[in-house]
C-alpha cells in the first residue's frame, strides 16, 4: 500500500483518463489508505457522478463517510445504492447498507447486511472485516476475532483485519498481542498514521516510551492535525516525567520540567481541536499542578467538571487534593 506514490503517478495521467470513475476510485482508495477522508470524500464523490450506476468501490466510499459521521450522506448513498437495478446482488451496495446501520448504531441490522455481503461473495474480504468491527461495537470480541481471522484467510494482506485484531488485542490488556497484529498493519500499509498511534499507545503501555513517541512522531509527521495523535504523545511524556521522577525525589528535575512541559503544550493543541472534551481539561489540569501551575490546574479541573457534570466525582476529588504533593490522578 503505497497511497502516495500511487496518487502521484494518478495526477500524471492526462485529465480525459483522470477524470473517470475507475481512476476515481483509485484515488478514493489510496486517500482512505493514508486516513485523509475528506479528500477520498471528493474523489468518491467525483466517481458517482461520473458513474451514477456504479457499484464497485461504494465498500470504501462508504466507510469513509462512517469516519466522517456524514449520516445524511450516508443514509443518501445507501438509498441511492439499493435503488439500482443490482444493488440487490452486489457485496459493495450491502457494505453501504451495512454502514448506514452502523453508524446510527443499528448493529443487528448492520450485521445482517454484512453477512448478505458475504452470502453474495464469499470471497468479499471487506465485507468480513466490517462485520468484525461490528461485532466488536457490539462487544462480542470471540465473534470478531472470528471475522477477523476468516478476512485474512481469504487475504492475508488486508491491513484492515490486522489492525482489528490488534484493537481487541488491545482492549483485553494482551498488549505483546496486540503490538505484533499493528506492526503486521503497518507492515502492509506504512502510510497510514492511525497504525502509527495505535502502536505507539501499545508501546506505550508496555513501557517503551521512547519506541513509543518515535512511532507517534511518524504519525505526526503524517497527520500534523490528528487530536488522537497529540494526545497519546502527551500521555507517553507524562509517563516518562513520572518515570524519571522515581529516582529524582519530590522535588522536579529539569528533565521532568522539560517533559511535563512538551505534554502542556500537546493537551493545550488537543484541546484547541477539540475544546469540549472533560477527559483533555482533567489531563491538562493534573499536568498544570504537577508543574506547580496552581490557578491554571483549577481552572482546568472546573472545565472538566463543567463539561462532564455527570461523571464529576473523580474532578471533584482532584480538586480537594489540589494542594496536596503526592496527587497522582489517572485520566477518566
Known amino acids: 500500500h503505497m497511497g502516495s506514490e500511487a496518487l502521484g503517478t494518478l495526477h500524471t495521467l492526462p485529465i480525459h483518463h483522470f477524470e473517470t470513475a475507475w481512476v476515481q476510485e483509485l484515488v478514493g482508495r489510496a486517500y482512505f489508505e493514508m486516513a485523509k477522508y475528506q479528500e477520498a470524500s471528493q474523489a468518491f464523490a467525483l466517481m458517482q457522478k461520473l458513474s451514477p450506476h456504479r457499484t464497485a468501490g461504494l465498500d470504501v466510499a462508504s466507510t469513509v463517510l462512517w469516519q466522517l459521521s456524514d449520516r445524511v450522506g450516508l ?3 445507501a438509498h441511492s445504492v439499493t435503488s439500482l437495478a443490482e444493488g440487490r446482488h452486489s457485496p459493495e451496495a450491502w457494505c453501504v447498507v451495512g454502514n ?3 453508524l ?3 448493529h443487528e441490522p448492520a450485521l445482517k447486511a454484512f453477512r448478505r455481503a458475504t452470502q453474495l461473495d464469499p470471497h468479499f474480504t471487506y465485507a468480513y472485516t466490517l462485520c468484525g468491527y461490528e461485532y466488536m461495537a457490539n462487544e462480542d470480541l470471540e465473534k470478531a476475532i472470528t471475522l477477523f481471522r476468516t478476512a485474512l484467510q481469504t487475504n492475508a494482506r488486508h491491513y484492515n483485519a490486522w ?3 490488534g484493537s481487541i488485542y488491545l482492549r483485553q490488556e494482551k498488549y505483546v498481542l496486540a503490538e505484533h497484529h499493528y506492526r503486521r498493519a503497518l507492515g502492509i500499509n506504512p502510510q497510514n498514521p492511525v497504525l502509527y498511534c495505535q502502536l505507539g499507545n501499545v508501546l506505550y503501555r508496555l513501557g517503551k516510551c521512547e519506541e513509543a513517541l518515535s512511532m507517534l512522531e511518524l504519525a505526526a509527521a503524517k497527520a500534523p492535525a490528528n487530536p488522537q495523535v497529540r494526545y497519546t504523545r502527551a500521555e507517553v511524556l507524562e509517563a516518562m516525567a513520572a518515570a524519571e521522577g522515581q529516582s529524582s525525589g519530590a522535588e522536579l528535575s ?8 512538551a505534554s502542556l503544550k500537546e493537551l493545550q493543541a488537543v484541546r484547541a481541536a477539540v475544546p469540549k472534551e472533560a477527559q483533555v481539561a482533567f489531563r491538562l489540569g493534573g499536568v498544570c499542578k504537577r508543574l506547580g501551575l496552581r490557578d491554571q490546574a483549577l481552572r482546568y479541573l472546573t ?13 471533584k476529588n482532584a480538586i480537594e487534593r489540589l494542594d496536596q504533593p503526592d496527587l497522582d490522578e489517572d485520566s477518566f
Open 254 to 261: 529539569a528533565t521532568q520540567r522539560r517533559l511535563y512541559h
Open 104 to 106: 446510527q448504531k443499528e
Open 303 to 315: 472545565l472538566a467538571y463543567d463539561l462532564d457534570p455527570k461523571d464529576n466525582s473523580q474532578v
Open 75 to 77: 443514509c443518501f448513498l
Open 163 to 165: 489492525y482489528g485484531l
Open 100 to 102: 448506514c446501520f452502523s
